[in-house]
């Protein structure tokens, strides 16, 4: 029984904090209580004194009105510069998407002339470029083409959707390729889903400056690719200078290569 | 400081892995890993932790339809989201992705806002 003591007076010591808490609280109320009266005797009083004179009167009036008007005014005036900044809210919005569509687009042209000048291996370009039409583009059944020069023909070298014999070879100015690749326009027709599967979609000319080097003809699209977008024909011309200079590159690096090779053979022959 | 989203890139492509590493680097907090085959993917999976993962359908060595059976297969990978990409827009490749375990499944050509906010999805970050 001893041992409940302490807990006890705890208890009590407790109770007595609370209670003289409620005590101060309590005073704190009625003299709030006793302001409140105070103030609103003092109305009441300016009142009837106002109500008394109408000189006053009209005053009280007159300041009430005018107050009101003001403070009328000052809600017009958040009300207007609430919208204002709601509209501007909308603009800058509608610019972020914008902006981080053109970033995106950005990126995806980034990325196609790092991975088209990655290498000056001819087989690995053509690869990329099938990489960059297929996930970039979109493109089911397409073939990336090159100038043969002796013949002077475009051949294509590399496909997707068919192989790459299943296409036809052009010569330069004829068929709608040929011409492409002779004027070095590209041509696109709208949709991409064409009723003629023999004939692209969209050709794509590879030139390095004014000489042809091969080119890049879609015939069908994949089937969620409902139409072409202006990223697509940012990239139409991204490849048709970028992957032209990656070809022609890489084909020079490998003949040089050949011919380095031939000499250094010569010359180990000649010194061993 | 919030604790890091690890992310494993499962593609071939290595014009699609740097599309998506350009789009996920977007998030703040995450980590890329990437993987260039199915195998490649099922090894650093194995031997590692991630909290989300992008797999390419068609693949050498191991394509993803059998990588995301072998990883709904261990227990401990059971719960890691996995997101599909895929040139193949047919309703029944979707379904047939989605129903070995895949959580999302996007097509090609991809759209980085679209990876990002999948991505954000699944790994609960608020945009």
Known sequence: ?272 | MSEKHRILIVEDSPTMRQLLVFALKRLKNVEIVEAQDGMDGLRKVSSDHFDLALIDINMPVMDGLKLIRLIRGEENLKAMPIVVITTEGAKEDRERALGLGANEYLTKPIQANRVLSVAKGLLKIDS
């Open chain 1, 1 to 272: 029984m001893s041992d409940d003591r302490p807990s006890i007076f705890g208890r009590a010591e407790e109770f007595l904090t609370l209670f003289k808490r409620g005590a101060e609280f309590s005073k704190e109320l009625i003299a709030e209580n006793e302001r409140l009266r105070r103030r609103i005797l003092d109305l009441e009083q300016h009142q009837q004194f106002a109500a008394q004179d109408p000189e006053q009167w009209d005053k009280l009036r007159e300041e009430l009105l005018h107050r009101i008007s003001s403070l009328e005014a000052e809600r017009q005036n958040f009300l207007e510069r609430m919208q204002s900044l709601e509209e501007e809210n909308q603009q800058f919005a509608a610019r972020y998407v914008e902006i981080e569509e053109e970033n995106n687009n950005l990126a995806n042209l980034y990325v196609a002339s790092f991975q088209l000048h990655s290498t000056l291996d001819l087989s690995e370009v053509v690869k990329i470029i099938l990489e960059i039409v297929i996930n970039l583009v979109g493109a089911e059944v397409f073939a990336v083409y090159v100038v043969d020069e002796k013949t002077n023909r475009l051949e294509a070298v590399a496909s997707e959707g068919a192989e790459p014999s299943s296409f036809p070879s052009y010569s330069l100015g004829s068929g709608v390729l040929g011409r492409s690749v002779a004027s070095g326009e590209i041509y696109c027709e709208d949709g991409g889903h064409p009723e003629n599967a023999s004939r692209p979609v969209v050709c794509v000319p590879l030139r390095v400056q004014d000489r042809p080097v091969g080119a890049i003809a879609i015939h069908r699209l994949l089937q969620q690719k409902e139409r072409f977008t202006p990223l697509d024909h940012e990239l139409f011309t991204l490849l048709g200078g970028h992957a032209a200079t990656a070809i022609f590159s890489a084909r020079l690096y490998s003949e040089s290569e050949r011919k380095r090779n031939t000499i250094q053979g010569f010359i180990d022959l000649l010194t061993k």
